[in-house]
Nanobody, 116 residues
Framework: VQLVESGGTWVQPGGSLTISCGGF????????MTWHRQAPGKERELVAR????????FYEDSVKGRFTVSRDNARNTIDLQMDGLKPEDTAMYYC??????????WGQGTQVTVSA
């Protein structure tokens, strides 16, 4: 099983960034995928979820209207487009799936830093 996040970087407040995740070693297209984040000193939290076919999405209240999750089942990837970034969005971002094979697995994450 592999979950590989990429694309994190430093961004100014109000800026935009898209991060990506590849999922391998499980039946990617059969399962919903999720994005989570963990800020220093805080617990990991769910940010967004997308159904297996991409038809349904969920967003945590603080990112609703600013973040958009999408997936490409042909490439085994999901993206998180983040607009209107705020300093409080600074965190390590992780993806995961709802496959039983990934429940105890986390990738290395990708760091997003929002500051002036």
């Amino acid at each position: 099983v592999q979950l590989v996040e990429s694309g994190g970087t430093w961004v100014q407040p109000g800026g935009s960034l898209t991060i990506s995740c590849g999922g391998f070693g499980f039946a990617f297209s059969r399962y919903a995928m999720t994005w989570h984040r963990q800020a220093p000193g805080k617990e990991r939290e769910l940010v967004a979820r997308i159904s297996n076919d991409g038809s349904k999405t969920f967003y945590e209240d603080s990112v609703k209207g600013r973040f958009t999750v999408s997936r490409d089942n042909a490439r085994n990837t999901i993206d998180l487009q983040m607009d209107g970034l705020k300093p409080e969005d600074t965190a390590m971002y992780y993806c995961n799936s709802e496959s039983p094979l990934t429940q105890d697995y986390w990738g290395q994450g990708t760091q997003v830093t929002v500051s002036a």
